[in-house]
């Protein structure tokens, strides 16, 4: 294992959001849902200061509802609709990473037993670097979660932590990116 597996730049990263829909985001405990909603805010002002792209997607709209309005409403892109658990099920999402470019995921969501891991598997699967920061992933049983992170990890996949990513992405303190991160990070 090198190193390199551990480091990201902007221009290397792309956030993917997975399934932060309404009525998946009432089946979590109210800390769990607040805590994940925080740090994917964080990960998307960053994205918006570096200009890293931002995929998300929505399972099921129709039965699981929109993208919860404290995400959707900092997006500008659409939504990926699916059916499958892997996003890699859709084909729109398929060709929408292979478009980007980018070989460093940033991979968020919920829940992360089930959509975030079984497509965290597929992009290890397809050799991309994939980072999955434990904060900004839910399920509703801990014990579901705990499994989830450990499959991930287990299978290559970078476990770390919101402010980890955004500092390793700053690189430095005193810019004016730093600056206007840590009105995000408290």
Known sequence: MTAEKFFITAEEALLVIVDMQEKLARAMKEEIIERT??????????CKLYQIPVVFTEQYP??????????????????????????????????????????KIILTGMETHVCVCQTALDFLLRHYYVFVPCDAVCSRKKQDWEIGINLMKDAGAVITCTETLVFQILKKAGTDEFKKMLEFIK
């Open 37 to 46: 909603i925080k740090n994917i805010t964080v990960l998307i002002e960053l």
């Open 62 to 103: 129709k039965g699981l509802g929109k993208t919860l309005e404290q995400i959707g409403n900092l997006l500008s892109e659409q939504a990926i609709e699916k059916i499958y658990f892997s996003c890699f099920g859709e084909e729109k999402f398929a060709i929408k990473i292979r478009e980007l470019g980018r070989q």
